[in-house]
């Protein structure tokens, strides 16, 4: 099953608005990483936060991370046309190795 | 330098087939994980590889197994295809660090079982 869950499923904004998405988890993290998929293709790693931080930022992007609540938020700023997208989360657990668990996805549409 | 490679792109195979799934890592990356993606849903880990020796599995049923060569290529191989097999299979490769690395993935292979 998926140990995320990202909310809401799907958002709509005009070019230039700002885009809130939010992801929920199960259990204990190493970090979190976000990352963006255009038509079901490969994914393209936007951010990672490791467990130690509550926020970073990069370009456009901003995210926090609430380990007591288990959940972290993806802003995206002044979005643009091309941003559209489908948006996950994944959680890297705290194991051997680095196991990756995505949310569900949020699938952003940013309409010029 | 190259990224993540996978192959092929697209394949269609009948049930009760047997399929077999590649992927090249980018260059010094020691780990590979396969992942499944359902239409319409997020990524499910299948499998992670590591120096050649599997650290982790999803929960998949036997019919999937994968393994990693010498050169870190690794191959992720299904039995017994079901219509439920159909999906996008990723591939990620990564340098682990202390607290784990970031994951690179591959365009995918879109296996259609019909």
Redesign the interface.
């Known amino acids: ?2 140990q995320g869950e990202e909310d809401p499923q799907a958002l709509s904004i005009q070019e230039g608005e700002n885009a809130t998405m939010n992801c929920s988890y199960k259990t204990s993290i ?2 979190l ?1 976000w ?1 963006r998929q255009n038509s ?6 936007l951010i ?1 936060i ?2 130690n931080e509550r926020e970073k930022h990069s370009g456009r992007l901003r995210v926090t991370l609430d380990t007591s609540k288990k959940s972290s938020s993806l802003l995206i700023t002044a979005s643009r046309a091309a941003d559209t997208a489908s948006y ?1 989360c ?1 959680t ?1 657990v705290s ?11 949020t699938s952003l549409t940013v309409i010029p | 330098d190259a990224g993540v490679t996978q192959s092929p792109t697209h394949l269609i195979k009948t049930r009760g087939q047997h399929v077999t799934l590649r992927c090249s890592p980018i260059s010094g990356h020691k780990s590979v994980s396969w992942y499944q993606q359902v239409l319409g849903q997020g990524p499910q880990f299948i499998f992670q590889y590591y120096e050649k020796e599997e650290r982790g599995r999803g929960n998949f049923p036997d019919r999937f197994s994968a393994r990693q060569f010498p050169n870190y290529s690794s191959e992720l191989n299904v039995n017994a295809l079901l219509l439920g097999d159909s999906a996008l299979y990723l591939c990620a490769s990564s340098s682990p660090g202390r607290t784990g690395g970031l994951q690179y993935f591959g365009p995918g292979t879109r296996l259609t079982v019909t």
């Open positions: 099953s998926q190493n970090n990483q990352y079901g293709r490969g994914l393209v790693h990672l490791r467990s996950f994944a890297g194991n051997t190795g680095n196991q990756f668990y995505f949310g569900t996805g």
